[in-house]
Structures are given as structure tokens and as C-alpha cells.
């Protein structure tokens, strides 16, 4: 099986922490996304990936390489000029003659591949989308299904608009024959031209709605969200991290060190050579990657920490996300905010 990720967003609204990284490697629990989300195809049984690339594609391809240290064979194909979803799609036609998957690379979720496949199969249709329920579905495409496939698809309605709450979770399945669908070396939309396009033609759409989880991490509020979501839910936290084995509701790796009444509160993550200082306290719902160091009498609560980070003495952090390599002063005060390396000072989420 095949699959083709859809990696060329800038992930305009993840700024600054995307100044310099695809929205797609931005790090769930101290590994990039679009690692987590392949680790879940092979698992699923995919034996080949298509990766499009448009923004920054140099981190992308430098991380995956041609996939064989993950066992799975990873090709590239790039879009000088971002191309829509469907050109996206239509752009890696060459390598495709089977039926095959798409996901977009900015999705936390808990569904299962094989079952969406096999679901897929089952419905013999052209396309299959998996759909997800939100609360309010104006920044999303909504469906309406008939007897399992899709009769009604409208691409961000306006609120008077909304006739469902069952939205396009960005995750598909095709039949080959797509291809017809959709225009060569133009912008294409799949959301407002293509699954149009096939419904006016007749063709079946069916609807996926076995999700269970489901996040796009497109804000540094989503982000955060998503983090306090897996650390919440003990089976994904358990399918991310590929093990069962938690002290309570913390994870944490072996080398991690503690320091003289130190403390982690959780929901927690701690990664790899994570040194906590005297009296510091971890959590509740704090992410620390690896190689970052706490200072003694810290606090981080409510916050993610990416890799190579060192925070001083006595700090407070609060709902902040702290980019990789940062250094923090002692005695800081940081909350509600994004700090990078590449810029003096944090900035308000």
C-alpha cells in the first residue's frame, strides 16, 4: 500500500515556531508529527511513502531521508509554488497506479489506516473521506451522508450555512482514477473543486466516521490542546509512545535526573537525558523533550519544552511552548507565550 502525505504547508499561524521548520516536524511529545504519523502507516502495513514538500523541504528530507531507517521506502515530490491540496495530489500521479491514502501532515489522530482501507474497499467508491464531529465546522469542509456516502460536501460554510457537524478530517482514500479529476500544473483544491466536481459527476464518495481522536495542531492553542489531549487518553498516549509502561499517568525515559525534592505532577511527558533541578516542579501537563535541563526551584506547568533547552532558577512557565536551544533567564516569568531562539523575548500566543 501507498501512501502520500501532504507536507508543503508554512503553517502561517504556528509563526514563530515555524520560521524555520515545516508546520509537519513540528515535535508531539518531543518527536516531529510527520514521524509519529508514519510510524502509524507502517504499523498499518504501508510499504511505501510519497512525501510532498513545498515550504523548507531541505528539514523534511534531511530527517527522512529515503526512509529506509524506519524501514519504509520514502520518495519526495515538490511543488515550487504551493499547489492546493489537489495539485498536491495530482503531482505525485507518476507514482501511484494503486489504490491509496492522503493525509494532511498537520493531524494528531487515533484512527486506524487499515481499517479506513478496508472500509474503503468495502464501499467501492471512488474516494473515501474520513470525517470527524467539531463543535462549530465554519473553518472546516462539512458532509452530509446518505447511507454511507457523502451526498452534501461544502467547503467552509458560513454559520447560517451549517446543516451538519460531520467535517472533512483531511484524511483520504482513492482509486487511481482520480487523477481524471483533477487539472495538471494548476492550483487545485480537492475540499472545493475536485469532491465537487466528482459529486455533480455522479461518482460514490463514502463517509469514514470510526475517528475516536482527532486534532489539528494549525494554532499554538490547538498544539497545546493536542498535548494535554494524548496525556488524557492513556490508549493514545500508550499508541504513541509504543509501550504501556507509566508511573501513574507520567512518562518518563530512564536517563532522566532528580534533583533533591523535585517533583513532576502529572499528566506528564519527560524525554531523553532530562536533568530536573532541586525543588523544581514538572507538571501537571508539561512536555519536555530531550536533553533540557530545569533549573532549581522552577515551575513548568501547562507548557511543551522542545529539545536542547536549558531554563534557569527559579522560572515559572505557563501555557508556553519554548522552541529548541532556547535559554531562559533565572527568576523569568513567562506565560501565555511562544519563546524561540531567533527572537529576544517570548511572544504572546
Not at 259 to 274: E, H, L, Q
Request: glycine share 8%; net charge neutral; hydrophobic share 40%.
Amino acid at each position: 500500500m501507498k501512501a502520500l502525505l501532504l507536507a508543503g504547508g508554512k503553517g502561517t499561524r504556528l509563526k514563530p515556531l515555524t520560521n524555520y521548520l515545516p508546520k509537519p516536524m513540528v515535535p508531539i511529545l518531543g518527536k516531529p508529527l510527520l514521524e509519529r504519523t508514519i510510524l502509524n502507516l507502517i504499523e498499518c502495513g504501508f510499504a511505501e511513502i510519497i512525501i510532498s514538500v513545498c515550504y523548507q523541504p531541505r528539514e523534511i528530507d534531511r530527517y527522512f531521508g529515503d526512509g529506509s531507517k524506519l524501514g519504509v521506502k520514502i520518495r519526495y515530490v515538490r511543488e515550487d509554488i504551493p499547489l492546493g491540496t489537489g495539485g498536491a495530489i495530482k503531482n505525485a500521479e507518476s507514482y501511484i497506479d494503486s489504490t491509496f491514502a492522503v493525509l494532511n501532515s498537520d493531524i494528531v489522530t487515533q484512527i486506524n489506516l487499515q481499517e479506513l482501507m478496508d472500509y474503503h474497499r468495502k464501499m467501492k467508491g471512488i474516494a473515501t473521506i474520513a470525517l470527524t464531529s467539531v463543535k462549530n465546522p465554519t473553518q472546516y469542509g462539512i458532509v452530509e451522508l446518505n447511507d454511507g456516502y457523502i451526498s452534501i460536501f461544502k467547503e467552509k460554510p458560513k454559520p447560517h450555512e451549517v446543516t451538519s457537524n460531520l467535517i472533512n478530517a483531511g484524511i483520504y482514500v482513492f482509486e487511481p482514477e482520480i487523477f481524471k479529476y483533477i487539472s495538471a500544473d494548476q492550483v487545485v483544491s480537492v475540499e472545493r473543486n475536485t469532491f465537487p466536481l466528482l459529486l455533480s459527476s455522479k461518482m460514490k464518495i463514502a463517509g469514514y466516521t470510526d475517528m475516536h481522536y482527532w486534532m489539528d495542531i494549525g494554532t499554538p492553542e490547538k498544539y497545546i490542546q493536542a498535548h494535554n489531549d494524548i496525556l488524557n487518553n492513556t490508549e493514545l498516549f500508550s499508541k504513541m509512545l509504543k509501550t504501556s509502561v507509566f508511573y501513574g499517568n507520567i512518562f518518563h525515559n530512564n536517563s532522566v535526573r532528580h534533583g533533591y525534592k523535585s517533583r513532576v505532577i502529572g499528566p506528564a511527558y519527560i524525554g531523553n537525558n532530562v536533568d530536573i533541578g532541586t525543588k523544581a516542579v514538572i507538571g501537571p501537563y508539561a512536555v519536555l523533550s530531550d536533553n533540557v535541563k530545569i533549573g532549581s526551584g522552577s515551575r513548568i506547568s501547562n507548557s511543551i519544552v522542545w529539545d536542547n533547552v536549558e531554563v534557569g532558577k527559579t522560572t515559572n512557565i505557563a501555557n508556553t511552548i519554548i522552541g529548541s536551544n532556547c535559554k531562559i533567564d533565572n527568576t523569568a516569568e513567562i506565560c501565555d507565550s511562544i519563546f524561540v531562539n531567533d527572537i529576544a523575548g517570548p511572544v504572546a500566543i
